[in-house]
């Protein structure tokens, strides 16, 4: 019995890391995404300049 709770724990434990992580990801993603826009909106105007 005591196995199977430290089990559960543990378990418990990875669970909670895997969800901060995924969070940690996805904060990263939009900031990703935004700095991706910025740039392709910077080149779009470099090419209109060029034209």
Sequence with gaps: MNRTKNYCVSIDKLNSDLVHQIAELRKKFVE?????????AENAKLRQDME
Excluded at 32 to 40: L, R, S, T, Y
Aim: aromatic share 0%; no cysteine; glycine share 0%.
């Design 32 to 40: 990703v995404e935004a700095e991706n826009i910025e740039v392709k």
